[in-house]
């Protein structure tokens, strides 16, 4: 059975090593810093793969850090300690219903479709309650604020790893908008009152540190946020940025001949449940005909590096490629993402999804679950998904071939997967959708498993 070794490679930074709640902080800009000398990104931005390469082979390196899959027993937990069981509910399945969300929310936004506002003679667009993020016209230098909030619940076991998806879901909403930079980030955190004080003072650190490398590879930094505590764990966080006009592109632009596309596959939330299924022998053995364990580690490992995985190249190449609407797909899945974002636009449109990209294995295992995951119909939650872009179709093929290069690091892809038509503002799949199997990236070693239930 394969092993699953991640390597880390982690860049050095200027860090002013203050703690805040269990937390160390990169040191903040000075204060007569420019926006300029505040952002300086890299020449292309990176992905994870820049500081988390999986490898086979041997893992002594003097200049990498080297991070083992997590093994309780190396951190003197017990080897059945599971960071998922502190909570009832996975990653962004959290979510209340969209339908009765909209109902809950419709009272501190009478307008769905805020006015844009004139700040010395140019037209700034507003964004509010709805969407991935909040755009708010500033009242200097017709500058913007764009902000927004997120919180999941674990989903994945490895904590270090944990921390890095919190922080790359709650980045995404800014990304789903073109923005590529952000000036700041929060954590929210809540510490489970049914840890034992061992596996508080092993386990949180771990997270906080993966959260905190994630948004140093974003270019951002972390600086304060609120930890509380609370029956199940919560992770989550606030990304903050101000922006000029021409640094984010709003999602209302969508036209007929537009077409779809997406930049991680389907999937996760399935991967994430079979996954804790390998330790449930009633669950197991309603699947293992159509999936080996092989299949399953494959996933999860697939899952959890894709969620891992900042969608800031995708970010950037929406300006490139002249897109005209985005959304990332998380809590209501695929087809609720997408009727979401097909609602806010300023044509009369509709969204009509054919191909459903998704992890290997996983849409044979929804098959065989019934109605169980909803990912046929495009209802399964995701955590830390692609982004859904709606781009001209001379510019498709090119962008999907572009987030392929090398030159913005390992792992990224991109599908062509529906059309934009003239409609009624909706989206809907069709009923036999192609299904594209996507293969697992990560490389293996061949050495013995940890017993488990189907051993």
């Known amino acids: 059975m394969p092993r699953f070794v991640t390597r880390m490679t982690l860049t050095p930074t200027n860090r002013l090593q203050s703690e805040h709640g269990g937390a160390i902080f990169r040191q903040a800009p000075s204060e007569g810093a420019s926006p300029k000398d505040r952002r300086q990104p890299p020449p292309s931005p990176p992905s994870l793969s820049d500081v988390a390469r999986v490898e086979a082979g041997p893992t002594d390196s003097t200049d990498m850090s080297v991070r083992e899959s997590f093994n309780p027993e190396s951190y003197e937990l017990d080897k059945n300690f599971r960071l998922t069981r502190f909570a009832e509910l996975k990653g962004t399945g959290c979510k209340v219903p969209q339908e009765v969300l909209q109902k809950l929310l419709e009272n501190l936004q009478e307008n769905h479709y805020q006015e844009d506002e004139e700040f010395l003679g140019a037209v700034m667009p507003r964004l509010g309650i709805g969407m991935d993020t909040c755009v708010i016209p500033l009242r200097h230098g017709g500058l913007s604020l764009v902000q927004t909030t997120d919180y999941i619940y674990p989903i994945v076991d490895d904590p270090y790893m944990m921390g890095r998806v919190t922080c790359a879901n709650v980045l995404s909403d800014l990304y789903a908008?073109?923005?590529?930079?952000?000036?700041?980030?929060?954590?929210?955190?809540?510490?489970?009152?049914?840890?034992?004080?061992?596996?508080?003072?092993?386990?949180?650190?771990?997270?906080?540190?993966?959260?905190?490398?994630?948004?140093?590879?974003?270019?951002?930094?972390?600086?304060?946020?609120?930890?509380?505590?609370?029956?199940?764990?919560?992770?989550?966080?606030?990304?903050?940025?101000?922006?000029?006009?021409?640094?984010f592109i709003m999602p209302d632009n969508a036209v007929p001949g537009d077409v779809l596309v997406l930049t991680k596959p389907l999937g996760t939330q399935v991967a994430v449940a079979v996954h804790q299924w390998l330790d449930m022998a009633d669950k197991w053995n309603k699947i293992k005909l159509v999936v080996t364990q092989e299949d399953v580690e494959l996933a999860y490992h697939e899952a959890m590096m894709n969620m891992a995985r900042l969608n800031r190249t995708a970010a950037s190449l929406m300006h490139t490629f002249n897109a005209h609407a985005a959304t990332d797909i998380t809590g209501f899945g695929i087809l609720g993402h997408a009727q979401t974002l097909a609602k806010q636009q300023r044509s009369e449109v509709s969204f009509v999804i054919h191909n459903l990209p998704v992890l290997a294995k996983m849409a044979a295992v929804s098959k065989a679950c019934g109605n169980m995951f909803g990912l046929m119909h495009g209802t399964c939650p995701e955590t830390s998904g692609g982004l859904l872009i709606c781009l001209p179709r001379e510019q498709a093929a090119r962008f999907c071939a572009e987030i392929k290069s090398p030159k913005y690091g390992e792992g990224h892809q991109a599908w062509i997967i529906g059309i934009v038509e003239k409609g009624n503002r909706t989206a809907r799949i069709i009923d036999k959708p192609r299904i594209i199997e996507v293969a697992p990236q990560v490389i293996t070693q061949n050495i013995n498993p940890t017993p488990s239930v189907t051993s």
């Open 177 to 247: 908008m073109g923005v590529t930079e952000c000036d700041n980030m929060l954590m929210l955190l809540g510490v489970s009152n049914k840890m034992s004080e061992k596996e508080r003072d092993k386990v949180m650190p771990l997270v906080i540190q993966g959260f905190k490398d994630a948004a140093e590879e974003a270019g951002t930094s972390v600086t304060g946020g609120q930890t509380v505590l609370n029956p199940w764990v919560v992770l989550g966080g606030v990304a903050t940025t101000v922006c000029q006009p021409n640094e």
